[in-house]
């Protein structure tokens, strides 16, 4: 079922990339903080134009491990973003975003007490947020963004990074 969903998404999004093939395609790699992992994360992302001012970004950020009660937290999310381009000019993007998130966050714990456990759980989620992009040469963008996910607990995320067309 995994591979079934897997492939779709890519099929998905190459379709996309095939149809849209303009000289504004990007892909990217950035930094990120979460406000309730509280830990700093290092993500991939792309956008895909659609039709003006619309762009598809889908985005993976996996957070750093850490310690924790004892034991090992380890935390990921996939997102899939549409963003909304309010302000697209030579030297700025301002944008809007909204999409879903899913997150999966697994903690490994070894006691002397009672052994070794490990648990994990996946959530579906919705982010809503806004980012920037600031033109400083044809094919490299510096961006930043900010984003809140609606999810159990929620989570704020902070991130910055740098695009490149392709």
Not at 115 to 137: H, M, Q, V, Y
Request: aromatic share 16%.
């Amino acid at each position: 079922m995994k591979t079934k969903l897997l492939t779709a998404v890519v099929v998905f999004f190459a379709g996309i990339y095939m149809s849209s093939a303009q000289e504004d395609t990007r892909i990217g790699v950035m930094l990120n903080y979460g406000t309730e992992v509280e830990a700093i994360g290092a993500g991939v992302n792309a956008e895909f134009p659609i039709i003006e001012n619309l762009t598809i970004s889908p985005a993976f950020i996996y957070y750093f491990p850490g310690d924790q009660f004892g034991g090992s937290l380890n935390w990921w999310e996939i997102n899939g973003n549409a963003n909304y381009y309010f302000v697209n000019n030579e030297n700025l993007g301002f944008y809007g975003m909204g999409g879903l998130n899913y997150t999966n966050v697994s903690f490994d714990w070894e006691g002397e007490s009672f052994g070794a456990a490990e648990s994990s759980d996946g959530r579906f989620g919705l982010n809503l947020g806004a980012g920037a992009n600031f033109s400083i040469d044809s094919n490299i963008t510096p961006f930043a963004e900010a984003k809140y996910v609606i999810i159990d607990g929620g989570q704020l995320v902070i991130g910055a990074g740098v695009k490149f067309s392709i």
